[in-house]
């Protein structure tokens, strides 16, 4: 599928080009994490001001998961408690952490009018597959089983989350509807990750090959999954999942230039086809990771205020 980046994806992409920025498969996992980290302060917008953010712990089987719990000023409420997204943050399972998504979550949390749980699941090669998985569907339980304390209202709790964090959220809603985890009023997937396999076209594309490249893919592939027999389980490929009816109402994002656009519009397909509410948005001159640059990129700001607007639609 031909691909054209937008004006100023382009720029940023020349940009990134320009800078010789190492490859991702070319580092270790360390070194990895702190590049991506300290390209934050290059791409995210300005953080809107919030009522708070407070450190949270929640208990796992392994030890404790660190989060953090953003509360806007404007906050939407039924009889005192108000929506919450469980967020998961991206980077293939192996980079990225409460930081790397502090603004986006922050974004949400303001034009969305609700609280955000930004959860710090175990990250590979240190922690291999189902760790992610597992600690995202410990979290959400906690979430749901502690909401009335932490002023949420249960019935309202929602799951999102970008690339990684996409897939992890569609995980999640899966096992919740299969009775893992508590009954969800909704899950946001930004870019997600469906299918392991990679064999949908967008993945041998050339032009879908920016910034996430599909020789970057293999190498979060390879830390995160323990052999390829990983790749059939639901947890890891949401997409093989036998069946994605009675899953809550779901909105998908997808980028033009994109390795991950086939299989999440794929995904999208399916939901719709199996009954779930469905809204699907592609922006075919963006590519992966465009979300949380708000700074270089108008449409990312775009994403999160129809997000916002969405998540204010589900009751």
Known sequence: MPVTLDPDAAAVYKAFQEAGRPAYETLTAPEAREYYLNARFVSNPEPPELESDKPLSIPAPHGALPARIYTPKALRKTNGLAPCLVFFHGGGWVIGNLDSHDVVCRMLAHEGELIVISIDYRLAPEHKFPAAADDAITATTWVADNAR???????????????????????????????????????????????????????????????????????????????????????????????????????????????????????????????????????????????????????????????????????
């Open 149 to 315: 304390q932490l002023g949420i209202d249960a019935a309202q709790l929602l799951v999102g989350g970008d690339s990684a964090g996409g897939n992890l959220a569609a995980v999640v809603a899966l096992a919740a509807r299969d009775g893992d985890g508590p009954k969800l009023a909704g899950q946001v997937l930004i870019y997600p990750a469906t299918d392991f396999a990679m064999s949908h076209p967008s993945h041998s594309e050339p032009e879908t090959s920016i910034l996430l490249t599909h020789s970057v893919i293999k190498w979060f592939c390879n830390h995160y999954l323990n052999s390829a027999d990983d790749i059939d389980h639901w947890k890891a490929s949401p997409a093989r999942a036998k069946t994605l009816a009675g899953l809550p109402p779901a909105y998908v994002l997808t980028a033009g230039a994109d390795p991950l656009r086939d299989e999440g519009a794929e995904y999208a397909a399916r939901l719709k086809e199996a009954g779930v509410p469905m809204t699907y948005r592609h922006f075919p001159g963006q590519f992966h990771g465009f979300f949380t640059m708000g700074k270089l990129l108008q449409q990312a700001n775009v994403a999160v205020s129809e997000i916002a607007d969405w998540l204010k639609t589900l009751k």
